[in-house]
């Protein structure tokens, strides 16, 4: 099975932004469609955004909409969170998941069987 590492979490103040990097093992990222989620402190985790295994279909929550930007890069076994104007409500652990889903992608982590152990993002001033 594929193992997943994030990194790029930090701390960022108010507005800022991050760029959240995932790496899958054995350059199989091209198996599987990828996704990010998101638990804040204290609640549940929850999907932030999704690539497709062809990386022609992407989906993003209403609050990651407008702000963050999700790709992928099969060559390096690499997906990637572009995260700009961070606010409080986005921060928490990051975590990278991989699913077999085909055509699209979603946000329900029902159609993820990999993930990581998380990065960390804390946004204050």
């Known amino acids: 099975q594929p193992q997943l590492v994030e990194s790029g979490g930090g701390l960022v103040q108010p507005g800022g932004s991050l760029r959240l990097s995932c790496v899958v093992s054995?350059?199989?990222?091209?198996?599987?469609?990828l996704g990010w989620f998101h638990q804040a402190p204290g609640k549940d985790r929850e999907g932030v955004s999704c690539i497709s295994i062809s990386g022609d279909f992407t989906k993003y929550s209403d609050s990651a909409k407008g702000r963050f930007t999700v790709s992928r890069d099969d060559a390096k076994g690499h997906v990637y969170l572009q995260m700009n104007n961070l606010n409080d409500a986005d921060a928490g652990i990051y975590f990278c998941?991989?699913?077999?889903?085909?055509?699209?992608?979603?946000?329900?982590?029902?159609?993820?069987?990999?993930w990581g152990q998380g990065t960390q993002v804390a946004v204050s001033q």
């Open positions: 054995e350059d199989r990222s091209n198996y599987y469609s």
């Open positions: 998941a991989a699913g077999s889903r085909w055509g699209d992608c979603d946000l329900d982590r029902i159609y993820f069987d990999y």
